[in-house]
C-alpha cells in the first residue's frame, strides 16, 4: 500500500508564491515517476509537472517556467514551488506516484490552492 499526503495549499494573492509538498510512505520502492496534477471545478484534472527518479523533469505547458517541481529522494517527497500564481491556477493539487508513464498509479488526497485578491 501507499500513501502520499500533500501538504502547502492555501490562499495567496495573485503574484504570489506557494511552495506544495507530497510525502510518500509505504511500498514505493517501485514509483519511480511522481508529479502534481491539479482540478479546477467543472473541468478536467490535469498535468501540472512530472518528476522521475533521476529528476527528469516535464511540465504542463501553462507553467511557462513559473512552477518548478524537485524531489529528495532520501525524504520520498516531492515538492512544487508555485511562483507567479495567477487566478486561473486555483485547483486542488492532487500529488501522484506511479511506475511507468502508463500505469495510473496512487493518488493523494488534495491540497486546495486558492488565488484570490
Known amino acids: 500500500q501507499v500513501q502520499l499526503v500533500e501538504s502547502g495549499g492555501g490562499l495567496v494573492q495573485p503574484g504570489g508564491s506557494l511552495r506544495l509538498s507530497c510525502a510518500a510512505s509505504?511500498?514505493?520502492?517501485?514509483?519511480?515517476?511522481m508529479g502534481w496534477y491539479r482540478q479546477a471545478p467543472g473541468k478536467q484534472r490535469e498535468s501540472v509537472a512530472s518528476i522521475t527518479s533521476g529528476a527528469w523533469t516535464v511540465y504542463g505547458d501553462f507553467v511557462k517556467g513559473r512552477f518548478t517541481i524537485s524531489r529528495d529522494n532520501t525524504k520520498n517527497t516531492i515538492y512544487l514551488q508555485m511562483n507567479s500564481l495567477k487566478f486561473e491556477d486555483a485547483a486542488v493539487y492532487y500529488c501522484?506516484?506511479?511506475?511507468?508513464?502508463?500505469?495510473?498509479?496512487?493518488w493523494g488526497q488534495g491540497t486546495q490552492v486558492t488565488v484570490s485578491s
Open positions: 509505504g511500498s514505493i520502492s517501485s514509483l519511480y515517476i
Open positions: 501522484n506516484a506511479r511506475e511507468t508513464w502508463n500505469t495510473v498509479g496512487y
